[in-house]
């Protein structure tokens, strides 16, 4: 029989699993939804250079931290916009991403055709995974490349003085602003991880991004509160606002380093309970 | 071939197969065995365990317990082996909305780390001409009539060589055309060398392409075999018209059978007339009742030798009426 036709090479060595890799990003970012996010996350510094400038006065002291600095140096505009958008609206659209990547292919009936294609269950929890991460991001670039580029364009831009008092050159300070992306989408991994545990409940897609996002809400309220104090270590938003200490000379690391820590315990205690959820589920959707 | 156990031996066996779900069984000691090369017709009412057995073929759900093989593997435990060799179309089609018929086969064929990238567009393109949708390829599936999801599923299960091919329901949503196109398709299919697994609860469908049966009811298997061997099962009965019905009935008792009086059921007779029924044992040939009949001077109005239909085996195994069994 000539089960063969050239098309399969089941007998050689599978491909690696950057093709489906690239297929979910090329499926993320056709989505429209994923440009509507990044589009509302690029507003955010859009509209808080633009509001500044129509009220240019003497710096009030009250708003979000950097706020005031924005006038001397559009190089602000970013930071501002980052401190404003990681409370809610970073959590918010990585938690629709997130909480989608499992339930969202499981209402669309397309989750048992990637089962029977196939891709194996725990190879389709890392690419969801890596996607996530990806649009994570996507999300941090879009608020700071649009901060930068508003900032430029309607306020001074020159040298920039640090928290530390320190003043450093624009390449410099642009290089502080990729630093901050990073430090930015490592936070949020711990968070695509909750997002992913959830995703697998459910077929609901809409209840897991909501309970994602419930979830970072809780965090911080709960790392709000003196009395939970031995929690605060331990909480996904513990170091979120940590990112200020890129902003010193030299550079304060500690903070990196416990955040990086933090999220990748996140990262592989819900990347576990994911993995042990999903490979032993019936999938009936 | 390097492994030949794929190419030998049933496609599908399963031994005391069974699948709890909230305290009842769902599928209760199911043996099936699909024989290679074949179209095998899965028939069942709603509701009878259909799509379950499929999804536990298809490693999606686990069986509580039992044995599952596919192509000579044990499942769940060989899946990645098996499953590249199965195409399958499970309870409907599933598709992302946003992205075009095309795109969408891209995404599941990339999904696939067995087959070869460099031929992925022509191996689509291809798919998608043997179920008729090379004109609406480029269309964003959300815009696609349900007929036109179904054969994009199909193509789905198209994409590269399969030696197993399960279809679940596959003419669901289709017009008279489709049906018959998927007729064809699956004929062509098994010259490839495929066998395939069609599910369906319409007996005309499975009659017109199957070569084997199996029923299910109440998650029970009640029949499987040949189409053939299936219709054999059915009883054979002889009807006789005559206006002396004693006579008649004395005749076939003492040729063994087992007569009573009965409702014509080919022709309505004249007064005076009547039926004289029974079923027909295989050694007894029709034309010695005839004979037997007229010599003992019983005069015959009408004769006749009728099998039970598939259709009405069919009633008879699954039960008849609407009600969703359990």
Same mark, same amino acid.
């Given at each position: ?35 509507? %996010?990044?589009? /509302?996350? !690029? =507003? #955010?510094? *859009?509209? +808080?250079?633009?509001?500044?400038? $129509? &009220?240019? @006065? ?16 559009? %190089?602000?505009? /970013?930071? !501002? =916009? #980052?401190? *404003?958008? +990681?409370?809610?609206?970073?959590? $918010? &659209?990585? @938690? ?190 | ?326």
């Amino acid at each position: 029989m000539s089960s063969d036709t050239g098309a399969r090479n089941a007998e050689q060595r599978p491909a690696s699993g950057l093709v489906f890799l690239a297929s979910e990003l090329t499926l993320l970012f056709r989505r429209r939804r994923t440009w509507a %996010l990044l589009l /509302a996350l !690029a =507003a #955010i510094p *859009v509209m +808080i250079a633009v509001a500044v400038r $129509l &009220t240019s @006065g003497p710096p009030s002291g009250r708003g979000p931290a950097f706020l005031d600095q924005i006038t001397q140096n559009g %190089l602000f505009v /970013a930071v !501002a =916009a #980052i401190t *404003v958008a +990681i409370p809610l609206f970073l959590p $918010l &659209t990585v @938690g629709v991403v997130a909480g989608d990547t499992v339930a969202g292919e499981a209402s669309t009936g397309t989750l048992r055709y990637l089962l029977v294609a196939p891709v194996g269950r725990g190879r389709l929890l890392l690419v969801k995974f890596t996607g996530a991460v990806v649009f994570c991001l996507a999300a941090t670039l879009a608020v700071v490349l649009a901060g930068t580029l508003i900032g430029a364009a309607l306020f001074p831009v020159g040298p920039v003085t640090l928290l530390s008092g320190d003043t450093v050159g624009v390449a410099e300070s642009l290089l502080r602003s990729a630093l901050i992306c990073a430090y930015v989408t490592v936070s949020l991994t711990g968070l695509c991880a909750v997002g992913l545990f959830i995703s697998t409940l459910t077929d609901v897609p809409v209840g897991a991004m909501a309970a994602t996002v419930v979830i970072s809400v809780v965090s911080q309220v709960l790392g709000q509160l003196p009395q939970l104090e031995w929690l605060h270590p331990w909480l996904l938003s513990q170091y979120w606002f940590g990112f200020a200490d890129l902003l010193r000379q030299p550079i304060e690391w500690s903070s990196f380093a416990a955040n990086a820590l933090l999220q990748s315990g996140y990262v592989l205690v819900f990347g576990a309970l994911a993995y042990g959820r999903f490979t032993t589920r019936d999938v009936l959707a | 071939m390097s492994d030949p156990t794929l190419l030998e031996g049933p496609v599908v066996q399963t031994r005391g197969l069974t699948k709890r779900f909230g305290g009842q069984n769902v599928l209760d000691g199911i043996d099936l065995t699909v024989p290679r090369g074949s179209v095998f017709g899965f028939l069942g009412p709603n509701g009878s365990g259909k799509t379950t057995t499929i999804r536990i073929l298809l490693g999606l759900a686990t069986a509580t317990s039992g044995e599952v093989e596919v192509l000579g593997r044990s499942i769940p435990k060989h899946l990645p082996e098996v499953l590249p060799r199965v195409g399958a179309l499970v309870e409907g089609p599933g598709f992302y909305p946003f992205l075009s018929g095309r795109a969408n086969l891209h995404r599941l064929d990339a999904a696939d780390r067995f087959v070869d990238p460099s031929t992925r567009r022509a191996r689509t393109d291809r798919a998608l001409e043997r179920v008729g949708l090379s004109q609406a390829a480029d269309k964003k599936v959300g815009a696609y009539s349900l007929g036109m999801k179904q054969r994009l599923g199909i193509a789905n299960a198209l994409l590269t060589h399969r030696d197993l091919i399960v279809l679940d329901e596959p003419t669901n949503g289709l017009d008279p055309q489709g049906t018959r196109e998927v007729r064809h398709l699956v004929h062509s299919l098994t010259a490839e060398g495929t066998t395939v697994f069609v599910s369906s609860h319409l007996l005309a469908e499975v009659e017109q392409i199957c070569s084997h049966v199996a029923v299910l009811r109440a998650g029970r298997l009640v029949a499987q075999g040949s189409l053939s061997e299936l219709r054999d099962a059915g009883q054979t009965r002889v009807e006789v018209l005559t206006p002396d019905p004693d006579g008649c009935l004395a005749v076939l008792t003492r040729l063994g059978l087992l007569p009573q009086r009965s409702t014509p059921v080919h022709y309505t007779p004249h007064a005076g007339i009547e039926a004289v029924s029974a079923p027909l044992p295989d050694q007894i040939a029709p034309h010695t009742i005839v004979a037997a009949l007229v010599a003992a001077g019983v005069r015959v109005t009408g004769f006749t030798v009728d099998q039970m239909g598939l259709e009405e085996l069919f009633v008879a195994l699954t039960g008849e009426g609407f009600d969703v069994v359990q």
